[in-house]
């Protein structure tokens, strides 16, 4: 007996017991779709982590002054001997690997007035090189030079939040903008990067030379320490090894520090994207766990299947007897019971799948996520449930090809 | 020329717990191409076990048993549901017609099995039906048929494949005597067409359109009349 004809009898018997069909699909339907949904939310959350980390600037590493600002063993990062911009152009000469040192100084809490408009925001202060570290793109415009860095010119460069709430939505370029008082030329602007995943709005941004932040507005100045900066930020070059870098600035920086052998580190160095990685870790271990659950009742699921194909080759004993009397061998019998599960457990699958991705899609536009539904799920879900159909349909099967036909016939 | 169908000696015992039964015990005899047989004998006497081994559907435990050339003592399992699908029709009181099934995919049922193209199938089951009647309702299902009908879907089933023998067991028991005789006549017909026929019966009524009448005590053959 060929496969089609197996498939159109396994259908007509599925359809002759629709209701109990059904019943014995949900389980199957169930947990596909919920391994679908969850998968999908999973998978959907990883990407919008990677996103973060390279609207961040992928390979990012942090320099900061006082104990490490991440992993929250101190709560005193960013406080001591701050570093400088010595540190930046000594990491920058003699680290090898690297893509880009840019020192950040920031001037808070200033306004910005142009027009009639008075709009309170962040004046960062950077060198050149941070654009292309932090990954900001310039949209119009252009970034300021080394030397008008050098010079401390009064030069601007704003994010898409001071274009639309200060500029109204008109381009910036070659416009005066008051900073805390003082004339800058707006001479760019950078492309939106929207909100971080904590909620600020990281295009609520003004970028102007670091020296010129730091005479203007005395950002990060104190007495004892010369051209000091906040934050060094460090691009580590495509394909070098992060840890060896995060070494050989430690060490650069306990000798410009003169630490001693055996003391602790006063400053940090961190890899932003490990930091953002390692907090989501827990998250996507939930994940696992609640694929795990999933597939349990995808188990559970199969399990039925077991129980109503088992009741099915009891109440068709006689069909059977007859079958074998009219020359079906054990082979068809078994076939045609394993294909019965099989299309039981895929026809459940298919329906899960329409379940699940729309769960999806729901849970999506709820969240307002970003979430595509992988379209190697659908292979994983019509797969997963064949194989549940195999994997339950063959007991019951085995045991319908091994019936005696004489019995058979006689089963009341 | 051998006969189409030869026992000798031919022994059949089951395990029941500690007891042996010997439902045939040491049964030898022939039937021909062409013949009309009727096997009786009271319950027990070994006649079911006869005809279950002749369909092939169990195994002699010893002696030679020979049907159409092959022996049924020493066939593979893929040859027997072969000898079951080309070689033997096999008619049942009960009828043993498949449920929310159309008469029409009734008697292709062998066919499946025998490997012919659904199309082919259909016109010789169709064909089958017209012979024996019941060209108008071969889209019936078996619940939407009386008890004569039934059987007559049956009779075409196991026609279908133009086996060489029709094994009938008890095809009147389930039946009123009116359709039983049209039944009968429906099997004196196919005889004279040249079908061999071995049906198993305990009435005399039916035993008596058969040619030629063995009947069967404690797994032995008692009487071979003619």
């Given at each position: ?412 | ?5 030869e026992c000798r000696n031919l022994v059949k015992t089951y ?5 042996t039964i010997r439902a045939l015990d040491g049964v030898s005899l022939a ?10 004998g009271?319950?027990?006497s070994g006649k079911?076990t006869l005809?279950?081994l ?6 002699p435990t010893s002696g030679l048993l020979r ?6 003592g ?140 063995i009947v069967f005590r404690d797994g032995r053959v008692l009487e071979d009349?003619?």
């Amino acid at each position: 007996m060929n496969l089609l004809a197996s498939i159109r009898v396994a259908l007509t018997a599925l359809r002759i017991n629709a209701l109990r069909s059904s019943l014995a699909m949900l389980g199957v339907i169930i947990g596909v779709a919920s391994v679908i949904v969850l998968v999908s939310i999973s998978e959907g959350t990883k990407q919008a982590v990677e996103a973060q980390i390279a609207s961040f600037g992928a390979n990012l590493l942090i320099v900061r002054p006082g104990a490490s600002i991440f992993g929250g063993r101190r709560g005193a990062g960013g406080t001591g001997t701050p570093v400088t911009d010595a540190d930046a152009e000594a990491i920058r000469d003699q680290v090898s690997g690297i893509d880009g040192v840019s020192g950040e100084v920031n001037a808070m809490g200033l306004s910005v007035v142009f027009g009639g408009v008075n709009w309170s925001t962040r004046i960062t202060g950077v060198n050149p090189s941070f654009f292309g570290i932090r990954d900001w793109t310039i949209e119009e415009g252009r970034a300021f030079s080394v030397e008008e860095e050098q010079s401390a010119r009064r030069l601007a460069v704003v994010g898409q939040t001071i274009i639309d709430e200060v500029f109204d939505g008109a381009s910036p370029v070659g416009q005066s903008l008051r900073i805390g008082g003082q004339q800058f030329e707006v001479i760019g602007t950078v492309a939106a990067k929207g909100e971080t995943s904590f909620g600020s709005d990281q295009d609520d941004i003004v970028f102007a030379p670091l020296s010129t932040v730091r005479q203007r507005f005395g950002a990060s100045e104190t007495p004892t320490v010369r051209d000091p900066v906040q934050t060094i930020y460090v691009a580590v070059g495509d394909g070098e090894n992060t840890d060896r870098i995060i070494a050989d600035i430690q060490d650069l920086l306990r000798i410009r520090r003169d630490i001693q052998p055996g003391a602790d580190d006063d400053f940090s160095v961190a890899s932003l994207a490990e930091f953002i990685r390692a907090r989501n870790e827990t998250e996507s271990q939930l994940g696992l766990l609640l694929a795990v659950g999933a597939g349990i009742v995808l188990l559970v699921g199969g399990i039925g299947i077991m129980n109503i194909m088992l009741v099915s080759v009891t109440e068709r004993t006689r069909e059977i007897g007859l079958r074998l009397a009219v020359g079906a061998r054990a082979s068809d019998i078994r076939n045609q019971f394993l294909i019965e599960s099989i299309v039981l457990c895929v026809t459940g699958g298919l329906v899960g799948l329409v379940v699940g991705v729309g769960g999806t899609i729901a849970y999506a536009n709820v969240g307002e996520l970003e979430i595509s539904v992988n379209p190697g799920i659908v292979a994983v879900a019509i797969g997963a449930s064949a194989f549940v159909g195999v994997f339950f349909g063959l007991y019951p099967a085995h045991r319908a090809a091994r019936l005696n036909p004489i019995e058979a016939l006689r089963f009341e | 020329m051998t006969a189409l169908i030869e026992c000798r000696n031919l022994v059949k015992t089951y395990s029941m717990g500690d007891m042996t039964i010997r439902a045939l015990d040491g049964v030898s005899l022939a039937i021909e191409a062409g013949e009309y047989v009727a096997i009786m004998g009271s319950s027990g006497s070994g006649k079911s076990t006869l005809m279950n081994l002749l369909g092939a559907l169990d195994r002699p435990t010893s002696g030679l048993l020979r049907v159409a050339g092959e022996d049924l003592g020493t066939l593979g399992p893929e040859a027997v549901a072969r000898f079951r699908n080309r070689t033997i029709g096999f008619v049942f009181q009960q009828f043993n017609l498949l449920p929310r099934t159309s008469a029409a995919e009734n008697v292709a049922l062998p066919l499946v099995y025998g490997g012919v193209a659904h199309a082919e199938r259909r016109e010789r089951a169709l064909a089958r039906l017209e012979q024996l009647g019941l060209g108008e309702r071969t889209d019936h299902h078996p619940s939407q048929l009386s008890g004569g009908q039934q059987q007559r879907v049956a009779i075409a089933r196991a026609l279908v494949n133009d086996p060489q023998i029709l094994l009938a067991d008890e095809p009147t028991g389930a039946l009123d005597s009116k359709t039983s005789e049209d039944i009968m006549a429906i099997f004196d017909q196919l005889n004279r067409e040249g079908i061999t026929i071995i049906l198993v019966t305990h009435e005399q009524e039916v035993a008596d359109h058969a040619r030629r009448q063995i009947v069967f005590r404690d797994g032995r053959v008692l009487e071979d009349r003619t």
